[in-house]
């Protein structure tokens, strides 16, 4: 290594061409050892390699310079490698990469400009306590620090992130980032409409006392309005198959709706209103269980045993082997398909803190629900 003016090179090119006297005249104050070992260099095969120092890119659109110094430009080409697969995972589509790349920056800027630093220390003689971190000033912290990262993790780490900072909402457990779920994608977006998702519905409307089902309601804010001491409400039994969100499996739920409902919302003002009621939902998957709980389903677990015939239907409901609903349907003749009906909102149901401190709890309608959202 020599003073850049003693061999009138120019550009940034690691093979040019040089001379042996050249060479000689450069070292011409070392000791004769030197100049002797020297003195055996082939006449054409002397090439200058001229190093540079350059201030830290603020981008790394066209390259990142390292000093030769612990085979550092390679390792960290090896971790951008590394932390570029990470970030570019199967699915990436072609707008996402511009946000990606951005990501990569982030993740590399900071450890990558702290190891240049350290390269140029005993290169230019900067002594470490000039280097602006404190990961450089010891020699055995930077060895820690060099040798401890693992760049596909933290890459990994940072995507993780980057989609919890777009995502809409967010659900435990917090660690593993968002995912998919009810009827939305990775970024809580919604899925559309799935054309592969196949469902069979039984359901029996059947009439009772209005003053029984009244019971069932969870406030004093709902009401069943018929004008006549009858009411009606309906056993739902749903077997949803092939759903993108559960691997392509699928899941049964078991409700009870009551019919003519109105919520008030303000006594005051008598802001109504009407639909159905889901009371209780029972589902034989944990997933759709808590997530339905999120929206306000009121929704519990239970095992669903169906069995169908042409004529007849029977299921039971039942919990730990233990059953406690049994839906029996004979007699049961085909029909041609008739309209389809337009149903009433569904209202979904969710409990939060009241006004009058802990252990006061009360339900509150957000909004209105079709009934195969869970």
Same mark, same amino acid.
């Given at each position: 290594?020599?003073?850049?003016?003693?061999?009138?090179?120019?550009?940034?090119?690691?093979?040019?061409?040089?001379?042996?006297?050249?060479?000689?005249?450069?070292?011409?104050?070392?000791?004769?050892?030197?100049?002797?070992?020297?003195?055996?260099?082939?006449?054409?095969?002397?090439?200058?390699?001229?190093?540079?120092?350059?201030?830290?890119?603020?981008?790394?659109?066209?390259?990142?310079?390292?000093?030769?110094?612990?085979?550092?430009?390679?390792?960290?080409?090896?971790?951008? /490698?590394?932390? $570029? *697969?990470?970030? #570019?995972?199967? !699915?990436? =589509?072609?707008? @996402?990469?511009?946000?990606?790349?951005?990501?990569?920056?982030?993740?590399?800027?900071?450890?990558?400009?702290?190891?240049?630093?350290?390269?140029?220390?005993?290169?230019?003689?900067?002594?470490?306590?000039?280097?602006?971190?404190?990961?450089?000033?010891?020699?055995?912290?930077?060895?820690?620090?060099?040798?401890?990262?693992?760049?596909?993790?933290?890459?990994?780490?940072?995507?993780?992130?980057?989609?919890?900072?777009?995502?809409?909402?967010?659900?435990?457990?917090?660690?593993?980032?968002? /995912?998919?779920? $009810? *009827?939305?994608? #990775?970024?809580? !977006?919604? =899925?559309?409409? @799935?054309?592969?998702?196949?469902?069979?519905?039984?359901?029996?409307?059947?009439?009772?006392?209005?003053?029984?089902?009244?019971?069932?309601?969870?406030?004093?804010?709902?009401?069943?309005?018929?004008?006549?001491?009858?009411?009606?409400?309906?056993?739902?039994?749903?077997?949803?198959?092939?759903?993108?969100?559960?691997?392509?499996?699928?899941?049964?739920?078991?409700?009870?709706?009551?019919?003519?409902?109105?919520?008030?919302?303000?006594?005051?003002?008598?802001?109504?209103?009407?639909?159905?009621?889901?009371?209780?939902?029972?589902?034989?998957?944990?997933?759709?269980?808590?997530?339905?709980?999120?929206?306000?389903?009121?929704?519990?677990?239970?095992?669903?045993?169906?069995?169908?015939?042409?004529?007849?239907?029977?299921?039971?409901?039942?919990?730990?082997?233990?059953?406690?609903?049994?839906?029996?349907?004979?007699?049961?003749?085909?029909?041609?398909?008739?309209?389809?009906?337009?149903?009433?909102?569904?209202?979904?149901?969710?409990?939060?803190?009241?006004?009058?401190?802990?252990?006061?709890?009360?339900?509150?309608?957000?909004?209105?629900?079709?009934?195969?959202?869970?």
């Amino acid at each position: 290594m020599h003073p850049d003016n003693e061999s009138n090179t120019h550009g940034g090119g690691w093979n040019q061409s040089s001379s042996k006297d050249t060479l000689l005249k450069s070292f011409d104050g070392f000791s004769d050892d030197v100049k002797t070992l020297l003195e055996k260099a082939n006449l054409d095969g002397v090439t200058v390699w001229r190093l540079l120092d350059h201030p830290t890119l603020p981008t790394w659109i066209k390259g990142r310079p390292f000093l030769p110094y612990q085979g550092q430009g390679g390792a960290q080409a090896v971790e951008d /490698g590394a932390a $570029l *697969g990470a970030l #570019f995972p199967p !699915g990436t =589509l072609t707008s @996402d990469v511009e946000d990606r790349l951005k990501l990569y920056f982030e993740c590399r800027s900071e450890r990558a400009t702290m190891i240049q630093e350290y390269t140029r220390a005993p290169t230019l003689k900067l002594g470490h306590s000039n280097l602006g971190h404190r990961e450089t000033t010891n020699s055995l912290r930077f060895v820690a620090f060099n040798f401890d990262h693992d760049a596909h993790d933290f890459a990994c780490g940072v995507l993780k992130l980057h989609f919890e900072s777009r995502a809409t909402f967010h659900r435990m457990p917090l660690g593993f980032g968002p /995912g998919p779920g $009810l *009827g939305n994608d #990775f970024g809580g !977006g919604p =899925l559309g409409i @799935d054309r592969s998702i196949t469902y069979h519905t039984t359901y029996m409307t059947f009439k009772s006392r209005k003053s029984y089902l009244q019971i069932l309601m969870p406030t004093k804010e709902f009401r069943i309005d018929t004008g006549n001491g009858w009411a009606t409400a309906t056993f739902s039994i749903t077997k949803l198959s092939n759903l993108a969100w559960l691997g392509g499996r699928g899941y049964s739920h078991f409700d009870l709706y009551v019919h003519d409902v109105v919520y008030t919302q303000h006594q005051q003002e008598k802001l109504e209103k009407r639909g159905d009621l889901l009371v209780v939902r029972f589902e034989n998957m944990a997933d759709p269980i808590i997530m339905c709980q999120e929206l306000g389903f009121p929704s519990i677990f239970a095992t669903l045993e169906a069995q169908r015939t042409d004529d007849s239907y029977n299921l039971s409901a039942g919990w730990e082997g233990t059953e406690f609903c049994g839906l029996r349907l004979d007699g049961l003749t085909a029909q041609e398909p008739g309209p389809v009906a337009v149903r009433p909102p569904i209202f979904p149901i969710e409990d939060c803190r009241g006004p009058h401190g802990a252990g006061s709890f009360r339900g509150t309608v957000h909004h209105g629900l079709t009934a195969d959202t869970c």
